[in-house]
């Protein structure tokens, strides 16, 4: 329905507007960090994951949360574990949505990132194909 995040990747500036709420921000706001922000190709829809990611680490909650919230986002099969690709996703997703807020933080090129996976699976214990969010929180933190 109307008051419903898309099953896509993409969201419409109406879909932008209601996740972030009313209460967080307001209309012109809003069309500021749709527009100039997080719509730089100019065709009226930004990166679900960015946007997410980017709310979350602004947000006032604590690291640990912000861990678990992320693994969460990503957790695509909702069966407690990241596959390599979930986490390269994740990573660009919050690489990339830091740099659109912020130039200065300029993103790991695909090289880097893939470094960063291989480093994170090397926590994972149980099966050396998916990382535990317990293991990604020990990676991170």
Do not use: W
């Amino acid at each position: 329905g109307q008051n419903e995040l898309p099953e896509t990747f993409a969201l419409r500036k109406h879909e932008f507007e209601f996740l972030l709420g009313q209460d967080m921000v307001d209309f012109h706001t809003s069309r500021t960090l749709f527009q100039d922000i997080f719509d730089l190709d100019r065709n009226s829809l930004v990166d679900k994951f960015e946007v997410m990611c980017v709310v979350c680490l602004t947000s006032k909650v604590d690291n640990m949360e912000k861990i678990h919230f992320f693994f969460d986002l990503f957790n695509f099969n909702n069966k407690g574990y990241l596959y390599e690709s979930e986490l390269t996703l994740l990573l660009l997703a919050v690489s990339r949505g830091v740099f659109k807020a912020d130039q200065k933080y300029l993103p790991p090129n695909n090289k880097t990132i893939a470094m960063l996976v291989k480093e994170a699976f090397l926590h994972a214990k149980v099966d050396p194909s998916s990382i535990r969010k317990p293991e990604l929180v020990k990676f991170a933190l």
